[in-house]
């Protein structure tokens, strides 16, 4: 009864910090949020995505196809709440939540493998407790992150997994189920799953044996549901969300070594070029560079290095005062008779950031989001041993209690501090800020004017103006064409009133009834004297104007 106690408030708590203020706090929507908000408000009103393609199994977006399942997740959340950012974050929000209580369920099934009930529950609940407070798992909750969803299926199918090995094997159907929606969730998670499954394969090899029928049908059932994934990742639309990010598609070390290829040549150094300059050995270096750059102390601990989209001042992904409390963990845990035990844990740990490895914008915390909640269940490892020492006296023991929870009461309040007051007016730019308040304004005054022209130094402004007007689906579909492309350089895209391309303020001369909408620093000081509205960032700096001719 204690221990459901313990959960529940530790599940409130988790609740509590995802959905406070959520549709205020990141300050503004950013790009892709408003691109999968006005893609699930065009399904909801039509069964198309905003290209006018009926289901889609990959939103074309900006161009870069998103994974489909956060925007038909995100469809009753629409319905229900309306076309707003409560709702775009709502299913993050709420798949954080639960991802809380599940890492629980999940931490007590792998630990009863090795250790007493008792111990298993204490762990489950302070790794569970961990997440709830955990900046990294707390920013991606409070925003339409579809990797915070993978998360949340992949710990949901990897409980199912212990489950299926502790009892019936039926529980793997379970596995397939979420696994596979976690492929339709995210990019990232469809090369991380199959790398770790294919090891808890190998680990529990011995269980499956014993229970080979219902892991094949648990297999086959998980290929039927990927199935329709396989030709889409292999089309047009596939490869070219893989040379968005790839690091073989961006300069780098391939380039410098081609340059010291070139030397050797000169040299009549064939032999030494074919063997140390050759492309193989640059793309493992430079893999094996991005790979690393994942567990750097600055990138996890200080929030120094990264998008600041997914970071607040002064706050890394994880707390400093878990860093000696997850070593301490990660020695305690291989230190255990039952090495399945570790080996599930260090696995994960180690499959999550390959598929980031292979991307050139890294250190990636959104990709590597993959990797939670196995931090915390090292933290709650070592936070045990720290905590419940054997042979220390009781005051001091008491005194060590002490010391940490007034550590970690600071280091949430820090965040907490830092994430509500700072981080909305330092990171305000990151996140599109201004956007809806120039709809906002241009909203009330369009009818006063023939053309409102919307320059593209506005990041895809057309999915901003779409979503805050709440402009009919239908008409966007069938009458005004749908969108014409999500790539930034595109300038065809229009409807209604609106206009969506650079503006060429040079011949604007002898056109009447314009409103004019561009970023301060473009626009040209003629137009800026006689702006109608100059937004401002919160830190006072101007960042959209809004003119006419």
């Given amino acids: 009864m204690r221990e459901k106690i313990i959960l529940l408030l530790v599940f409130i708590l988790a609740g509590t910090l995802r959905f406070y203020h959520l549709g205020k706090n990141p300050p503004s929507l950013n790009l892709d949020e408003v691109a999968i908000g006005y893609n699930a408000f065009a399904i909801l009103k039509t069964g198309r995505d905003e290209y006018g393609t009926r289901f889609p199994l990959a939103f074309r977006s900006h161009d870069d196809y998103k994974p489909p399942l956060y925007i038909y997740l995100t469809v009753p959340a629409v319905a229900w709440f309306g076309l707003n950012e409560f709702a775009v974050r709502f299913p993050s929000a709420l798949a954080g939540s639960v991802s809380v209580l599940m890492t629980f369920f999940l931490t007590k099934e792998l630990f009863l493998l090795g250790v007493k009930k008792k111990r298993a529950e204490t762990i489950a609940l302070t790794s569970a407790l961990l997440l709830a407070i955990s900046p990294w798992h707390l920013q991606f909750s409070r925003a339409g992150f579809e990797t915070n969803v993978a998360v949340f299926f992949t710990i949901l199918g990897t409980w199912a997994w212990f489950k299926a090995i502790a009892g019936k094997g039926k529980w793997w159907l379970l596995t397939a189920i979420s696994y596979a929606l976690a492929l339709y969730t995210y990019q990232t998670a469809r090369l991380f799953i199959p790398l770790f499954s294919i090891a808890l394969a190998i680990i529990f090899?011995?269980?499956?044996?014993?229970?080979?029928?219902?892991?094949?049908?648990?297999?086959?059932?998980?290929?039927?549901?990927?199935?329709?994934?396989?030709?889409?990742?292999?089309?047009?639309?596939?490869?070219?969300?893989?040379?968005?990010?790839?690091?073989?598609?961006?300069?780098?070390?391939?380039?410098?070594?081609?340059?010291?290829?070139?030397?050797?040549?000169?040299?009549?150094?064939?032999?030494?070029?074919?063997?140390?300059?050759?492309?193989?050995?640059?793309?493992?270096l430079t893999v094996a560079e991005g790979y690393l750059k994942h567990f750097r102390p600055d990138f996890?601990?200080?929030?120094?290095?990264?998008?600041?989209?997914?970071?607040?001042?002064?706050?890394?992904?994880?707390?400093?005062?878990?860093?000696?409390?997850?070593?301490?963990?990660?020695?305690?845990?291989?230190?255990?008779?039952?090495?399945?035990?570790?080996?599930?844990?260090?696995?994960?740990?180690?499959?999550?950031?390959?598929?980031?490895?292979?991307?050139?914008?890294?250190?990636?915390?959104?990709?590597?989001?993959?990797?939670?909640?196995?931090?915390?269940?090292?933290?709650?490892?070592?936070?045990?041993?720290?905590?419940?020492?054997?042979?220390?006296?009781?005051?001091?023991?008491?005194?060590?209690?002490?010391?940490?929870?007034?550590?970690?009461?600071?280091?949430?309040?820090?965040?907490?501090?830092?994430?509500?007051?700072?981080?909305?007016?330092?990171?305000?730019?990151?996140?599109?800020?201004?956007?809806?308040?120039?709809?906002?304004?241009?909203?009330?005054?369009?009818?006063?004017?023939?053309?409102?022209?919307?320059?593209?130094?506005?990041?895809?402004?057309?999915?901003?103006?779409?979503?805050?007007?709440?402009?009919?689906?239908?008409?966007?579909?069938?009458?005004?064409?749908?969108?014409?492309?999500?790539?930034?350089?595109?300038?065809?895209?229009?409807?209604?009133?609106?206009?969506?391309?650079?503006?060429?303020?040079?011949?604007?001369?002898?056109?009447?009834?314009?409103?004019?909408?561009?970023?301060?620093?473009?626009?040209?000081?003629?137009y800026k004297n006689k702006a109608l509205k100059v937004i401002e960032l919160p830190n006072g700096e101007p960042t959209i104007v809004i003119s006419r001719t």
Avoid: C
Avoid at 313 to 325: F, M, S, T
């Fill in 205 to 284: 090899a011995k269980s499956i044996r014993a229970k080979i029928r219902e892991a094949i049908l648990a297999l086959l059932l998980f290929f039927v549901l990927v199935a329709p994934l396989v030709p889409l990742m292999t089309s047009t639309a596939g490869r070219i969300r893989f040379k968005g990010t790839s690091v073989f598609e961006n300069p780098g070390l391939i380039e410098e070594e081609q340059v010291r290829a070139l030397v050797d040549v000169e040299n009549q150094n064939l032999f030494a070029m074919k063997l140390y300059h050759n492309r193989r050995l640059a793309a493992l």
């Fill in 300 to 526: 996890l601990f200080l929030g120094r290095t990264g998008p600041p989209v997914n970071y607040t001042p002064n706050v890394g992904l994880l707390y400093l005062i878990e860093l000696p409390l997850i070593l301490w963990g990660a020695h305690s845990l291989a230190s255990l008779r039952e090495k399945r035990l570790s080996a599930v844990v260090f696995t994960w740990i180690l499959a999550a950031p390959v598929a980031s490895a292979f991307t050139w914008d890294i250190p990636s915390s959104t990709r590597m989001t993959m990797i939670l909640p196995t931090f915390q269940i090292l933290g709650a490892v070592g936070l045990e041993k720290v905590l419940f020492p054997k042979t220390l006296r009781k005051s001091y023991k008491k005194g060590i209690r002490a010391a940490v929870a007034i550590g970690f009461l600071f280091s949430v309040g820090h965040y907490l501090h830092q994430y509500y007051v700072h981080a909305p007016i330092e990171f305000a730019e990151s996140w599109q800020y201004g956007y809806k308040q120039a709809v906002q304004f241009v909203q009330e005054r369009q009818e006063d004017y023939d053309k409102v022209l919307v320059s593209t130094n506005l990041r895809q402004p057309q999915n901003f103006f779409a979503f805050y007007t709440e402009y009919d689906p239908r008409t966007y579909i069938f009458i005004d064409g749908g969108t014409v492309s999500g790539g930034f350089l595109e300038t065809r895209n229009k409807f209604g009133k609106f206009e969506f391309h650079p503006i060429d303020y040079e011949n604007l001369q002898s056109e009447e009834n314009l409103l004019l909408i561009d970023r301060f620093d473009e626009m040209p000081q003629a």
